[in-house]
């Protein structure tokens, strides 16, 4: 059974650094798309940060200066460093993964506003940034 599970999320002062780690399990292949969301309180679902088969990263405008996303060697992980973390990250963060992106490479992008087209998603683990 496919399954994806978040872990490293906590309560942080602003200007901390967290660690989040996704694992994928229980494909019959390495998944080869996966991704980050967040969700604050009253907000839609924003995307972070994905990666594709080929080791493409893509991380959020809002973030990039702040945030790095890198992928374990066996393809099944996928980490989120949150550094100079602000009250603004506060929210649940989602880790999201499937076999393919729909769009990879140069498009790959087009997958941080496209929630739909991942087919395995975690619990989520809190992050609570205070002032």
């Known amino acids: 059974q496919e399954k994806v599970v978040e872990s490293g999320g906590g309560s942080v002062q602003s200007g901390g650094s967290l660690r989040l780690s996704c694992l994928a399990s229980?494909?019959?292949?390495?998944?080869?798309?996966m991704a980050w969301f967040r969700q604050a309180p009253d907000s839609e679902r924003e995307g972070i940060a994905v990666i594709d088969y080929d080791g493409n990263v893509v991380v959020a405008d809002s973030v990039k200066d702040r945030f790095t996303a890198s992928r374990g060697d066996d393809k099944d992980s996928f980490y989120l460093q949150m550094d100079d973390v602000k009250p603004e990250d506060t929210g649940t963060y989602y880790c999201a993964a499937d076999t393919f992106c729909v769009y990879g490479g140069t498009l790959l992008a087009r997958e941080l506003t496209r929630p739909d087209d991942f087919n395995s998603w975690g619990q989520g683990t809190q992050v609570i940034v205070s002032p």
């Open positions: 229980g494909y019959s292949r390495s998944t080869t798309c």
